[in-house]
């Protein structure tokens, strides 16, 4: 039977993640017991800004009752904002429709320190529902081509991959592969306060890219090791790096280091990968990132190999492309 209209859910959670929600003081003052959002709010010229500063710190993720997580992002051109009912909250929609949510809580571990006097909220781990996610090496590589004289060769839609005020507290140095071993005994702390203090059932690794695979590898095993000694596996690891070389993506399998794998190709079609991502046609290439796909399925096996996609991209007014193009293209997956 074909299916005609998507579920409530999946809609709502659509509508979301491309609208967003306007601030309002309830979403503030839920920001101060919920898990922090890494990226502002950032108020529009001319909206209204209780905080006097431009932006305001919001709260990361939003459950409806059915247990739907959805990211929390801020637009002041949003339909949807967040007020207060009795100890919760409702997302109220300016034509009417409202929906009980809660957000997720901010753990106790991020209020506390590591064994050197490090905040935990400061090494690299972040949490999405049951999923901790690992991130000691936040800085990409791509982005800095553009310092040696060409244009930078960054993913077009990127912004988290910029060297900043987090690669610098994690210690990353840019040029290099290791992280300084303070970084992984910090990442160790607070992971393990993390699985402490509620239930997770994922945990998923991630970083900036470098530009030599190989290279990319090592570093994601050494991490892989680092974690896997404070999981004892207990809970399934995903290696989320980009695309790998064969030989590292044999000694993560066979060192029993991840249960799965993500190597986020963002789109689908080499044309539009080389113009989107310049970076990972560069120094990967798209065949090659298909490539890396496949072999990881001949270690890991179906299910547990991922690629994610960037939703709509194909649509940005500079690919040309009809959104029955964009369709035809995602059909071909
Ligand atoms: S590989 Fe692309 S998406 Fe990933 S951090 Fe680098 S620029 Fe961003």
Redesign the pocket.
Known sequence: MTQVALPDAVRLKLELMFEGVRYTDALGAAAEQAFPNFYPYRFQPGERDPTGTGHATIPYLMWTADGTTVRVKGSGASRWRVESKGDGFLLIHDGGESVPITFDPRPAWMNRTTSDGTPMAQTGISLHGDMAVVNVA?G????LADRQGGPS???T?????APDARTAALGQDMAATALPVATYRRMQETLAAAIEDREIRNVYLV???MTDWHEEGERFITLARHVHDVLDDRVPVSCGS?ALPAESQRRLHGEGLVENVCF?L?VWSRPLFERI?P??QRFVGYDAWIGSLETAVGLWGREHVYSAMVAGIELEPEHGLTWVDAADLVDEI
Do not use: V
């Open positions: 936040p990409c590589q791509y982005f060769l960054r993913c839609f990127c912004t988290y991959g970083g900036g890219s980009g986020n963002e991502c970076g990972k």
